[in-house]
């Protein structure tokens, strides 16, 4: 099992840059692919980007794509999502997500497809 912190998140003006962590707990962070995904207000939660258990390969969402990074550093138990570039669409409550996966390579883009889930963080883009 596998308890995920979000941090990172707060206020920032249209055009600039957040970078969220998702830290977790135990020794196999490794064997998780991990996801981001978001949640606005009165809007269901939509997948964001993901991650692979090497880290090797990623998925983004359209609307975040050229914008958006997803990594992890698995040494330090932590993925991370670099926002660049924010708009006000972008404001919602931000969640990260993790798996355990058999595959180094595989990503997951459905939320139904992740067993953990942090309590999110909330950013908001003012225009």
């Known amino acids: 099992q596998v308890q995920l912190v979000e941090s990172g998140g707060g206020l920032v003006q249209a055009g600039g840059s957040l970078r969220l962590s998702c830290a977790a707990s135990?020794?196999?962070?490794?064997?998780?692919?991990m996801g981001w995904f978001r949640q606005a207000p009165g809007k269901e939660r939509e997948f964001v980007a993901s991650?692979?258990?090497?880290?090797?390969?990623?998925y983004y969402a359209d609307s975040v794509k050229g914008r958006f990074t997803i990594s992890r550093d698995n040494a330090k138990n932590t993925a991370y999502l670099q926002m660049n570039s924010l708009k006000p669409e972008d404001t919602a409550v931000y969640y990260c997500?993790?798996?355990?996966?058999?595959?180094?390579?595989?990503?997951?883009?459905?939320?139904?497809?992740?067993?953990?889930w942090g309590q999110g963080t909330q950013v908001t883009v003012s225009s």
């Open positions: 997500a993790a798996r355990p996966s058999t595959y180094f390579t595989t990503y997951y883009l459905g939320a139904n497809e992740y067993d953990y």
């Open positions: 135990g020794r196999t962070f490794s064997m998780y692919a």
């Open positions: 991650i692979s258990r090497s880290g090797d390969r990623t």
